[in-house]
C-alpha cells in the first residue's frame, strides 16, 4: 500500500492530546494529526525521526499526519485507519492462501445498531447476499512491542472484548470466525495477548481460540519512503 501524498521526514518532538504531534520539519515545528487511539506504548520517543504525509486538500486544518515513529528496534506505523485496507489488499491480492476460495469481500459490515464487522468474506455473490457460507474477520492494529514479543492491546480495550464476544457467537451459529491481527512492526518473533494491560481481553482471546475462532498475527514490510504492506508470512501466537 503506497502514500498517495507527498511523504516528509521530521523529527517527533512529542503526542498530545491523543491526537495531535509535534515535528520539527526544515526547521519548524508543525502540528501533525496521529490516527490512532492508543497509547503508543514502546512507539514514542522524543526526537527520534519520523515519518509524515502532507495533505493537499486546502480545506484540511492539519496539513500533516503521523505515519511512521522510528524506535529502537525499528520502525513503527502509527496509522490505524490503514490496518483494514492492507487486511482487505491482502486478500484481494490472493496473499493468505485459505483465503483463496473467497472471492467476495464486504466491509464494515453491521452486526448490530453498536457493533460493526471489519470484514465479511464469502465465496460467492450469491453466498454473500443470503448470508451463508460467511467467514466474519475483526482486524486489529497492532503497535506495542516488548523483549522480541508484539502485544495487543497497548490500553484496556472494552470495544475489542466485545469484538471477541460476538466473534465467538458467530462461531457458535455456524459461522466462519477470525481475528487478525497486524502488527505495524518488523523484526517480532512472535505475538502474545497483552495480559498485563487488559487480562479480561486476554482470557476471552483464549477462550475464543478454544471454541474454533481462528487467530492470525502478520507483521508489516515498511518503507519510510514509499507506505507499508502485510507481509504472507503470519507471525507465530503465543497464547
Same mark, same amino acid.
Given at each position: 500500500m503506497q502514500f498517495q501524498e507527498p511523504v516528509r521526514q521530521g523529527e517527533f *518532538? %512529542?503526542?498530545?492530546?491523543?491526537?495531535? =504531534?509535534?515535528?520539527?520539519?526544515? @526547521?519548524?515545528?508543525?502540528? #501533525?494529526?496521529?490516527?490512532?487511539?492508543?497509547? *503508543? %506504548?514502546?512507539?514514542?520517543?522524543?526526537? =527520534?525521526?519520523?515519518?509524515?504525509? @502532507?495533505?493537499?486538500?486546502? #480545506?484540511?486544518?492539519?496539513?500533516?499526519?503521523?505515519?511512521?515513529?522510528?524506535?529502537?528496534?525499528g520502525w513503527v506505523g502509527v496509522n490505524t485507519s490503514i490496518t483494514n485496507d492492507l487486511v482487505h489488499?491482502?486478500?484481494?491480492?490472493?496473499?493468505?492462501?485459505?483465503?483463496?476460495?473467497f472471492t467476495q469481500a464486504k466491509r464494515e459490515v453491521k452486526l448490530s445498531p453498536e457493533t460493526r464487522i471489519d470484514l465479511v468474506l464469502a465465496p460467492n455473490e450469491t453466498a454473500l447476499a443470503e448470508g451463508r457460507d460467511l467467514t466474519y474477520v475483526e482486524v486489529?492494529?497492532?503497535?506495542?512491542?516488548?523483549?522480541?514479543?508484539?502485544r495487543f492491546p497497548d490500553a484496556v480495550t472494552v470495544r475489542g472484548q466485545k469484538h471477541l464476544q460476538e466473534l465467538m457467537k458467530l462461531k457458535s451459529k455456524g459461522f466462519g470466525a477470525e481475528t487478525v491481527f497486524v502488527i505495524q512492526r518488523e523484526k517480532c518473533r512472535a505475538f502474545a495477548p497483552a495480559d498485563a494491560i487488559d487480562p479480561e481481553?486476554?482470557?476471552?482471546?483464549?477462550?475464543?481460540?478454544e471454541q474454533g475462532v481462528k487467530l492470525?498475527?502478520?507483521?508489516?514490510?515498511?518503507?519510510?519512503?514509499?507506505?507499508?504492506?502485510?507481509?504472507?508470512?503470519?507471525?507465530?501466537?503465543?497464547?
Open positions: *518532538l %512529542k503526542r498530545y492530546k491523543r491526537f495531535f =504531534a509535534d515535528i520539527r520539519y526544515n @526547521e519548524e515545528v508543525i502540528v #501533525a494529526h496521529v490516527p490512532n487511539t492508543g497509547s *503508543l %506504548k514502546s512507539c514514542l520517543f522524543e526526537n =527520534a525521526p519520523c515519518i509524515w504525509t @502532507e495533505s493537499q486538500n486546502p #480545506a484540511r486544518k492539519l496539513k500533516g499526519t503521523l505515519q511512521f515513529l522510528q524506535t529502537p528496534d489488499e491482502a486478500w484481494s491480492q490472493k496473499r493468505i492462501p485459505d483465503w483463496h476460495p486489529k492494529n497492532v503497535s506495542y512491542f516488548e523483549n522480541g514479543v508484539a481481553y486476554g482470557r476471552l482471546l483464549r477462550q475464543a481460540a492470525r498475527a502478520f507483521a508489516c514490510e515498511i518503507d519510510p519512503k514509499t507506505g507499508v504492506s502485510l507481509s504472507a508470512t503470519p507471525v507465530p501466537i503465543e497464547l
